[in-house]
């Protein structure tokens, strides 16, 4: 971390400023005959893609398995974070009630403290991707434990500016996006006139 901060930043851990909770793994835990067509979402790593939760193969369990987890229950705005196999890959939660699958963890920021979207940055930046790499304990799969993630130590400017750094990075997201985007409707654009001049290359249709 820096041992200069600019003036109102501060060094912290993610501890002090998101409230960890594990999903739980007692006897109420959901098995694979507690999946359901319809439900509530049950959330494991596969699920989260490019930050954000993917209902689309979301498993699914009962208001009443629901209601039996004493822990691991999200709340919109809170990040899901994966302590095995894909270590570190998180996202925000955009729905209102689900539960998590015991290789993640749920990290509930604080009010007044922490922007939940600046977390998200911070949680994919070089910094904690080195902490990730030398807290792994994992032999055969990566494992982070939720008390190492803890420790994992972050800047933090003040709130206003946690909300300005956020909206200059959506808004480069949202270039580079287009630029992408442009550039794939580009390259089908130069593909159709081609075919279109030349005909298919694999079929040869205008027997060159």
């Not at 979301?58 to 229950?73: D, H, P, R, V």
């Not at 007044?112 to 807290?135: A, E, G, P």
């Not at 909206?167 to 580009?186: C, D």
């Amino acid at each position: 971390m820096n041992k200069k901060l600019p003036e109102g930043w501060k060094e912290s851990t993610l501890e002090y400023v998101c409230d960890f909770i594990n999903g739980d793994r007692g006897k109420n835990y959901p098995s694979g005959s507690d999946i359901v067509e319809k439900g509530i979402p049950f959330i494991n790593a596969g699920h989260i893609q490019n930050n954000k939760i993917n209902l689309e193969s979301m498993n699914f369990i009962t208001k009443e398995k629901f209601a039996s987890l004493g822990s691991g229950k999200i709340q919109r705005n809170d990040i899901v974070y994966c302590l095995r196999g894909s270590l570190g890959k998180n996202g925000i939660v955009d729905i209102d009630k689900g539960a998590i699958a015991s290789s993640l963890v749920i990290m509930r920021c604080k009010k007044n403290i922490i922007n939940h979207k600046y977390l998200m940055y911070v949680l994919n930046s070089k910094s904690i991707k080195k902490q990730q790499i030398r807290d792994n304990n994992g032999s055969t799969q990566p494992n982070l434990s939720a008390s190492s993630v803890k420790q994992f130590k972050i800047n933090i400017p003040p709130l206003e500016e946690q909300e300005r750094i956020v909206s200059i990075l959506e808004r480069a997201e949202g270039t580079i996006y287009k630029r992408e985007e442009s550039l794939a409707l580009l390259d089908e654009l130069v593909k159709s006139k081609f075919i279109e001049m030349f005909g298919d290359p694999v079929l040869n249709s205008k027997k060159w």
